[in-house]
């Protein structure tokens, strides 16, 4: 089975700018999350999308933003970027069939902010 | 709301010794699961093994282990018989066992390094 797959590992923005993340789950899981890691404030969590639907919000302004497709693909969008949204942005998908499975990470985008 | 506590920002032990990470958290849940992840140089997060609260018995697998005690809401992860490979950041994290709330919370980190 392929793992979760994230697209592209590297980008290079200006403020002011928006720019979209994409997620690939593993075949057959239903969640997507999405997480902010930062050397200031560590692994924060931004929101969680079950069945096109998000779930769960972490707390994170209104520029941050995520959707989920039908085929349970979801994207991330950050709109009017700031200096302060540099981060490796990591994804991690899960079954969630109701009893507790296992979050399986990508290996994140990069986003650097000039 | 919890928090997870990582108190050790670095350690570095030499290959084949034995290590342990420490993680303290605080809920008021009073059922929830417990993590470490490893994340290497490749910045993939690494599942190394989760312990439920409800069960008594420390998780084990392979040459890691964990040290649950509930009731000092401490967690810690010995790892045994050390190798290059666990070279790498190691995170401490909390999930509360309600269905639908999957959202990890994250301690700091430990960077391990482990000597040749």
């Known amino acids: 089975k392929a793992g979760v797959t994230q697209t592209p590992r590297y980008l290079i923005k200006t403020r002011g700018q928006q720019v979209t993340l994409s997620c690939s789950p593993i075949?057959?899981?239903?969640?997507v999350s999405w997480y902010q890691q930062t050397p200031g404030q560590g692994l924060q969590f931004l929101f969680e999308?079950?069945?096109?639907?998000?779930?769960n919000k972490g707390n994170f302004p209104g520029r941050f933003s995520g959707r989920q497709f039908s085929n349970s693909r979801s994207e991330m969008n950050v709109s009017t970027l700031e200096l302060g949204d540099s981060a490796l942005y990591l994804c991690?998908?899960?079954?969630?069939?109701?009893?507790?499975?296992?979050?399986?990470f990508g290996s994140g985008t990069q986003l650097s902010v000039l | 709301a919890q928090t997870v506590t990582q108190s050790q920002p670095e350690m570095s032990v030499q290959e084949a010794e034995t290590v342990t990470l420490s993680c303290t958290y605080d809920?008021?849940?009073?059922?929830?699961?417990l993590f470490w992840y490893k994340q290497p140089p490749s910045r993939q997060m690494i599942l190394v093994i989760r312990?439920?609260?409800?069960?008594?018995q420390n998780a084990t697998e392979n040459r890691f282990s964990v040290n649950f005690q509930k009731a000092a809401k401490s967690f810690s992860l010995k790892i045994s018989d050390s190798q290059l490979g666990d070279t790498a950041m190691y995170f401490c994290?909390?999930?509360?066992?309600?269905?639908?709330?999957?959202?990890?919370?994250f301690g700091t980190g430990t960077r391990l390094t482990i000597i040749p």
């Open positions: 991690a998908s899960s079954q969630a069939t109701g009893r507790f499975e296992k979050l399986f």
């Open positions: 075949s057959g899981h239903r969640s």
């Open positions: 999308y079950f069945s096109e639907t998000q779930r």
């Open positions: 809920t008021s849940e009073s059922n929830y699961y």
């Open positions: 312990q439920e609260a409800y069960k008594q």
């Open positions: 994290a909390f999930m509360g066992a309600t269905f639908g709330n999957e959202k990890l919370t």
